[in-house]
């Protein structure tokens, strides 16, 4: 598989395309399912933003989102988006810079993040960048 066609992938996962309704029987109910961002936490961040809802699951809503381009670990999958693991210098960043970034996107060294204020909330946004903090950096912004 071609580096451009991997990338498509990743980009169209990350940005939920496998998503995608699937036609459902005409007599079938409206179905209305709650996204796993909604679901109860199982594992908080030991330190999230100071008013992020300890009720939205942060590892659900990067498992979601974020994996895809970020990595299960952190690294930026190859140099595909942002390593928080190894530059220490990303999450050094406030909370306000990381979600201004989140939220209206971001253009980096390899390529642009995408816009997710509108698709992620205020509460979602704090519970993702909590669980980022708390799972592979510093649990607090640099002062």
């Known amino acids: 598989m071609t580096r451009s066609v991997l990338f498509v992938s990743l980009f169209l996962v990350a940005c939920g395309a496998d998503?995608?309704?699937?036609?459902?029987?005409?007599?079938?109910?409206?179905?209305?399912?709650?996204?796993?961002?909604?679901q109860a936490t199982?594992?908080?961040?030991?330190?999230?933003?100071?008013?992020?809802?300890?009720?939205?699951?942060?590892?659900?809503?990067?498992?979601q989102y974020c994996v895809a381009c970020h990595g299960a670990d952190g690294k930026g999958n190859n140099g595909l988006a942002a390593n928080y693991v190894d530059d220490k210098t990303r999450l050094a960043q406030s909370d306000e810079v990381l979600i201004q970034?989140?939220?209206?996107?971001?253009?980096?060294?390899?390529?642009?993040?995408?816009?997710?204020?509108?698709?992620?909330?205020?509460?979602?946004?704090?519970?993702?960048?909590?669980?980022?903090?708390?799972?592979?950096?510093?649990a607090a912004p640099a002062e």
């Open 19 to 38: 998503d995608a309704p699937t036609a459902a029987p005409a007599d079938a109910p409206a179905a209305d399912p709650a996204p796993p961002a909604a």
């Open 42 to 63: 199982a594992k908080t961040a030991e330190k999230p933003p100071a008013d992020a809802p300890a009720d939205i699951d942060g590892k659900a809503i990067y498992n």
């Open 101 to 138: 970034s989140i939220k209206e996107g971001k253009q980096g060294k390899v390529g642009v993040m995408p816009p997710w204020g509108g698709t992620l909330d205020d509460g979602q946004i704090k519970a993702v960048l909590g669980y980022i903090r708390a799972e592979f950096g510093s």
